[in-house]
């Protein structure tokens, strides 16, 4: 009887990762569509799916070297490496969105101050802008303007409470005086103006309608108007030798009859005219305690309108009807109009940081295959230890110092950070032009 002849095979290792990758996006020999390439090797397919607008066939190829460079450095020509290629391409998928994620960010600490307030986007699940006005433009790889968009809001703070700018609309509204009343309700006078769309002196419709509501409006200024130009500057009698006739008075108007007088007097009428109007010629004084007024004295007689200028109070958040303030736009780093950066755009400084992540990311992932055995496997005669450990240390090791390494080098290069270069660089350069002598003029 003939002896049978056998031919074992090595079942240690089912799955081996291969030499090189390919280009073509293929499981089991057969060609996959976008749709199978996004299931099979990438899992969110950012550069590889035709549909995306980050689609970049180098993408492909820089996956398929990573292949070969994983091969090689866990010496996959010596020891079987329990990988596929399938681990590898997502891993590189990862280690280019990891990259572009600390490259906003680093963007985001640059130029965040000049863009609040600016229009955002809306974004999709892999952060792509599907709307807004940034849409399409990679303005994460622009150099903007610079704005001082967050001073400037604070200034305009403090300008809104000096009453000399902001954001906020300045509002008037007036009422009548009634004899024997001393007290009244500005916050209530207002409302009910806003509510009916009636001024309450002059019964024309008034711009705040509708606008108060709960809210509580701020007083800036309380003023009532006097007779023409001329009374308020001369009193209710004018002067001698008026231009025109010295004996009728009346026949000019108001506020286009002058008094000859010589020029320093008119300089000094000016110099005072100010407190003139708020002081010798004003009929009223008034107290205001939390939108309260009291007149004094208390109004008998001649009875005139009041006027008021105001402010609206609103929530600091609330955008302006009148004009734009941009509390809807961009206001942290999540609304930063931010795409991932597009794989043509990454150098070859990132490019290879990006090669050190991915094989960083394998070994983890190898780690944690050989960790399923608990460290070790029998063979006949024997067992195999595993090195799942000092994978998964290594691997954590060195994505920790890869991401230091580039927040050190970005916080390095941060816009602030290159402007005290330059300084330092200038005050260098000073220093070293003052010990030049300076040349003799030879004729």
Same mark, same amino acid.
């Given at each position: 009887?003939?002896?049978?002849?056998?031919?074992?095979?090595?079942?240690?290792?089912?799955?081996?990762?291969?030499?090189?990758?390919?280009?073509?996006?293929?499981? $089991? !020999? +057969?060609?996959?569509?976008? &749709? =199978?390439?996004? *299931?099979?090797?990438?899992?969110?397919?950012? %550069?590889?799916?035709?549909?995306?607008?980050?689609?970049?066939?180098?993408?492909?190829?820089?996956?398929?070297?990573?292949?070969?460079?994983?091969?090689?450095?866990?010496?996959?020509?010596?020891?079987?490496?329990?990988?596929?290629?399938?681990?590898?391409?997502?891993?590189?998928?990862?280690?280019?969105?990891?990259?572009?994620?600390?490259?906003?960010?680093?963007?985001?600490?640059?130029?965040?101050?000049?863009?609040?307030?600016?229009?955002?986007?809306?974004?999709?699940?892999?952060?792509?802008?599907?709307?807004?006005?940034?849409?399409?433009?990679?303005?994460?790889?622009?150099?903007?303007?610079?704005?001082?968009?967050?001073?400037?809001?604070?200034?305009?703070?403090?300008?809104?409470?000096?009453?000399? $700018? !902001? +954001?906020?609309?300045?509002? &008037? =509204?007036?009422? *009548?005086?009634?004899?024997?009343?001393?007290? %009244?309700?500005?916050?209530?006078?207002?409302?009910?103006?806003?509510?009916?769309?009636?001024?309450?002196?002059?019964?024309?419709?008034?711009?705040?309608?509708?606008?108060?509501?709960?809210?509580?409006?701020?007083?800036?200024?309380?003023?009532?108007?006097?007779?023409?130009?001329?009374?308020?500057?001369?009193?209710?009698?004018?002067?001698?030798?008026?231009?025109?006739?010295?004996?009728?008075?009346?026949?000019?108007?108001?506020?286009?009859?002058?008094?000859?007088?010589?020029?320093?007097?008119?300089?000094?009428?000016?110099?005072?005219?100010?407190?003139?109007?708020?002081?010798?010629?004003?009929?009223?004084?008034?107290?205001?305690?939390?939108?309260?007024?009291?007149?004094?004295?208390?109004?008998?007689?001649?009875?005139?309108?009041?006027?008021?200028?105001?402010?609206?109070?609103?929530?600091?958040?609330?955008?302006?009807?009148?004009?734009?303030?941009?509390?809807?736009?961009?206001?942290?780093?999540?609304?930063?109009?931010?795409?991932?950066?597009?794989?043509?755009?990454?150098?070859?400084?990132?490019?290879?940081?990006?090669?050190?992540?991915?094989?960083?990311?394998?070994?983890?992932?190898?780690?944690?295959?050989?960790?399923?055995?608990?460290?070790?496997?029998?063979?006949?005669?024997?067992?195999?230890?595993?090195?799942?450990?000092?994978?998964?240390?290594?691997?954590?090791?060195?994505?920790?110092?890869?991401?230091?390494?580039?927040?050190?080098?970005?916080?390095?290069?941060?816009?602030?950070?290159?402007?005290?270069?330059?300084?330092?660089?200038?005050?260098?350069?000073?220093?070293?032009?003052?010990?030049?002598?300076?040349?003799?003029?030879?004729?």
């Amino acid at each position: 009887m003939a002896k049978p002849t056998l031919t074992p095979a090595s079942t240690m290792s089912k799955v081996i990762l291969p030499s090189t990758g390919t280009v073509a996006l293929t499981s $089991g !020999g +057969n060609a996959l569509s976008d &749709s =199978a390439a996004r *299931a099979v090797h990438y899992p969110f397919a950012i %550069y590889v799916n035709t549909e995306s607008p980050l689609f970049d066939s180098n993408f492909v190829t820089g996956a398929a070297e990573q292949v070969a460079y994983t091969f090689k450095k866990l010496g996959g020509d010596v020891l079987d490496i329990e990988l596929t290629v399938s681990n590898v391409y997502s891993a590189y998928e990862e280690a280019c969105l990891e990259y572009s994620y600390h490259i906003n960010k680093h963007q985001a600490k640059n130029v965040l101050g000049s863009l609040l307030g600016f229009a955002t986007g809306t974004f999709d699940h892999h952060g792509h802008m599907t709307g807004g006005d940034a849409s399409g433009s990679a303005v994460n790889l622009a150099f903007p303007t610079f704005k001082a968009e967050y001073a400037r809001r604070v200034g305009e703070g403090f300008a809104e409470e000096a009453g000399i $700018g !902001g +954001n906020n609309t300045f509002y &008037s =509204a007036s009422f *009548a005086l009634t004899a024997g009343v001393q007290d %009244y309700d500005l916050q209530t006078i207002i409302s009910r103006s806003a509510t009916t769309n009636t001024d309450e002196s002059t019964g024309d419709p008034v711009p705040y309608a509708d606008l108060v509501g709960n809210s509580k409006v701020k007083i800036h200024r309380v003023f009532y108007k006097t007779p023409g130009s001329m009374w308020r500057f001369y009193g209710y009698y004018g002067g001698l030798n008026v231009v025109g006739n010295l004996n009728y008075y009346g026949q000019y108007a108001d506020d286009t009859t002058f008094e000859i007088i010589p020029v320093w007097q008119n300089k000094l009428q000016a110099m005072a005219y100010e407190d003139h109007l708020f002081t010798r010629l004003s009929h009223y004084s008034y107290e205001l305690f939390n939108n309260k007024l009291r007149i004094f004295p208390i109004p008998e007689g001649f009875l005139q309108a009041m006027y008021v200028q105001f402010t609206i109070d609103k929530q600091p958040w609330t955008e302006d009807s009148d004009r734009k303030n941009g509390t809807d736009g961009i206001n942290n780093m999540n609304t930063l109009p931010f795409d991932n950066i597009p794989y043509k755009n990454i150098n070859a400084i990132g490019k290879h940081w990006i090669r050190r992540y991915a094989l960083a990311l394998c070994k983890e992932m190898l780690g944690h295959i050989r960790g399923k055995f608990g460290g070790s496997i029998p063979i006949p005669g024997d067992t195999v230890t595993l090195n799942s450990a000092d994978l998964l240390s290594q691997a954590k090791d060195e994505q920790d110092s890869l991401k230091e390494e580039l927040k050190t080098i970005l916080d390095e290069m941060t816009y602030k950070a290159l402007a005290e270069q330059d300084s330092a660089m200038v005050a260098a350069i000073d220093k070293v032009n003052s010990n030049i002598p300076l040349m003799i003029y030879q004729g």
